[in-house]
């Protein structure tokens, strides 16, 4: 997905009374079942991880990106969702095996990526961990999760959030979700909250089965 038209606009035009969106990303993930979120911080991540070590949810640290994939696995294996946040570039990049591997055996993973502010990104600037164009690094992962999203715009990012995770319960794959860092503290549109559809079963395919 691109940036949307909307990215732009300011946050200081926007409710102070909204949810901040990094805040919401938490209480769904919460409301999910994660109680712990594995990681390894990096700078385009920490305000992410200031909301995260101010929230229910309790960080684990691990001692590398893909240990902290692989233990998020292993997680959402017995607990139905797991969760973990790093940096972007160097960080996310040393996840994608193991996000592969999720992928590959039907393991709900959520992968949050921090990366460079909105505002950061405009005008091609030379940021450290850069390896290209700014979309290459969520390219990669649409190759190997169910859904992505990047929560740049706060008109859509709350709706965003419950997609991504939506998607990753209902098809029981990884999800990944980027978030530039000054976009954490921002105020976002509220929703009326939906309920999930029930996911059907189809009767012939499930005698097969059997």
């Not at 190997?144 to 706060?154: Q, S």
Request: net charge negative; glycine share 8%.
């Amino acid at each position: 997905m691109t940036a949307s038209p909307t990215a732009s606009r300011s946050p200081t035009s926007i409710h102070s009374d909204w949810p901040r969106i990094g805040d919401y990303l938490l209480l769904r993930l919460k409301e999910a079942g994660v109680d712990h979120c594995f990681g390894v911080p990096g700078d385009y991540v920490l305000r992410f991880y200031d909301r995260l070590c101010r929230s229910d949810i309790r960080h684990i640290g691990t001692t590398r990106e893909d240990t902290a994939a692989f233990a998020a696995d292993g997680y959402a294996r017995s607990r139905g969702l797991g969760a973990l946040a790093v940096t972007y570039g160097v960080g996310a990049l040393n996840v994608v095996n193991a996000v592969a591997g999720a992928n590959a055996e039907s393991s709900p993973v959520v992968v949050i990526s921090g990366a460079p502010g909105v505002a950061e990104q405009r005008d091609d600037p030379q940021l450290h961990h850069r390896f290209g164009p700014f979309r290459f690094q969520r390219e990669i992962f649409e190759r190997i999760t169910c859904a992505c999203a990047v929560l740049d715009d706060p008109y859509t990012a709350l709706r965003q959030i419950d997609r991504t995770l939506g998607a990753a319960r209902r098809y029981s794959r990884p999800v990944y979700i980027e978030l530039p860092r000054d976009r954490v503290d921002t105020p976002a549109f509220p929703i009326p909250h939906e309920p999930e559809e029930e996911a059907g079963s189809d009767p012939e395919a499930l005698a097969e089965a059997v």
